[in-house]
Structures are given as structure tokens and as C-alpha cells.
T-cell receptor
Framework: AQSVTQPDIHITVSEGASLELRCNYSYGATPYLFWYVQSPGQGLQLLLKYFSGDTLVQGIKGFEAEFKRSQSSFNLRKPSVHWSDAAEYFCAVGPMEYGNKLVFGAGTILRVKS | NAGVTQTPKFRILKIGQSMTLQCTQDMNHNYMYWYRQDPGMGLKLIYYSVGAGITDKGEVPNGYNVSRSTTEDFPLRLELAAPSQTSVYFC???????????FGQGTRLTVV
């Protein structure tokens, strides 16, 4: 069965510092991978997605993620964090051929200190 | 643009009561979903629909029912509320199974 692991429940970084959020998945076929962000009291917004092709994908708000098949990982990165990036981040994986049956990780809460 | 609209935003239910969480989207999306979010657990799929008249169970369907009579609406019904159904519920939609999912702002439900 497919699963997604986000090893870090909380991460705190200083404003201006770089960020990497980890995501590991277990899936038998070629996965479709997503990162979503959730601000407090809000729904989820798609940051970026990987379906195929270039393994480094660019998203909104200056985020990028790299798909590494050998490590079953899809880590999210940002070179310089802004205070407004404080939110909860979810990695998700899914087979998209029938329904958006995404499996979500448990989420990582990002705190940004000034 | 309205996108995906959920009502109500908050609700407190007593054990055994029933209610319907409303979800409507104005993007003409075929696919619609209901998730529940519990702290530290990510999002779990309750039910989904790939078009009007077609629904299917997700990972955690027990205690819930859905219907999809129109493309726009996908209500979630709780028949006999239980404390285990205390959660935040999100409705989402997408044009197809491979497309970006758009989420509503959520309904925070407490069962006491």
C-alpha cells in the first residue's frame, strides 16, 4: 500500500535561512507527488507537483522540490525563508489514473523566527 | 472567484444528532472529494466522486454518506454523530484525476 512519511513534525528556522522539508514515500509504481501548504484556518494550496520529466520542479512562492527515485524522496526546499512561510506543509502521493486518491503525510509545521 | 465553498465553518453537535456538510464548486470540476484532518494524522479520504451520480468510498467512510446529484454539489451526511467524528472536514475538487485539487476552507466539527 502506498504511504507517505514526513519525519519532522515541527521545524523552526530563522528568517532568511534555507529550508528543507523531508518527504519519503512508499509506492509500487511511478508516483505522482505533491506538496501542499496550509495556513492557519485555511484550506490547502498546491505549491508544486511532479508527474514525470525533470526531477527538479519549481513551484509558487519560491519553493522547489526534487524527486529522487533511488531514495524514494521528494524533499521541499526554499533558499531563503520569509516569516509569511510559517504554515503546515503536506506531502502527498497518489495514482492519478482513477480519482484524486491522494495519500497525505502527517504534515510538518514550520515556524519562522525573526 | 468562489472556487470551493463549504458551509458551515463551525458546528457543535451532540452525540446521536445528524447533520449535512455542504460543499459546492463553481469550476465545473468532475472530481470532488471529502477529507477529514486530525492533528498529526494528515488528511484521510472519506468519499470521492468522479462525476454526477458516481460516488465511491475512500479510506475512512464509516459513519458518513454522500450523494452527487449535480456537478456542483457534493454534500457529506453524518447520520449519528459520535465523538470520533470530531475533526476538520475539507472538501476538494479537481478537473480530472491528474489535475490540481482545489480545497475549501474547511468545516470544524465538534461532537460532544
Amino acid at each position: 500500500a502506498q504511504s507517505v512519511t514526513q519525519p519532522d513534525i515541527h521545524i523552526t528556522v530563522s528568517e532568511g535561512a534555507s529550508l528543507e522539508l523531508r518527504c519519503n514515500y512508499s509506492y509500487g509504481a511511478t508516483p505522482y507527488l505533491f506538496w501542499y501548504v496550509q495556513s492557519p484556518g485555511q484550506g490547502l494550496q498546491l505549491l508544486l507537483k511532479y508527474f514525470s520529466g525533470d526531477t527538479l520542479v519549481q513551484g509558487i512562492k519560491g519553493f522547489e522540490a526534487e524527486f529522487k527515485r533511488s531514495q524514494s524522496s521528494f524533499n521541499l526546499r526554499k533558499p531563503s525563508v520569509h516569516w509569511s512561510d510559517a504554515a503546515e506543509y503536506f506531502c502527498a502521493v497518489g495514482p492519478m489514473e482513477y480519482g484524486n486518491k491522494l495519500v497525505f503525510g502527517a504534515g510538518t509545521i514550520l515556524r519562522v523566527k525573526s | 472567484n468562489a472556487g470551493v465553498t463549504q458551509t458551515p465553518k463551525f458546528r457543535i453537535l451532540k452525540i446521536g444528532q445528524s447533520m449535512t456538510l455542504q460543499c459546492t464548486q463553481d469550476m465545473n470540476h468532475n472530481y470532488m472529494y471529502w477529507y477529514r484532518q486530525d492533528p498529526g494524522m494528515g488528511l484521510k479520504l472519506i468519499y470521492y466522486s468522479v462525476g454526477a451520480g458516481i460516488t465511491d468510498k475512500g479510506e475512512v467512510p464509516n459513519g458518513y454518506n454522500v450523494s452527487r446529484s449535480t456537478t456542483e454539489d457534493f454534500p457529506l451526511r453524518l447520520e449519528l454523530a459520535a465523538p470520533s467524528q470530531t475533526s476538520v472536514y475539507f472538501c476538494a475538487s479537481s478537473y480530472s484525476g491528474g489535475a490540481e485539487a482545489f480545497f475549501g476552507q474547511g468545516t470544524r466539527l465538534t461532537v460532544v
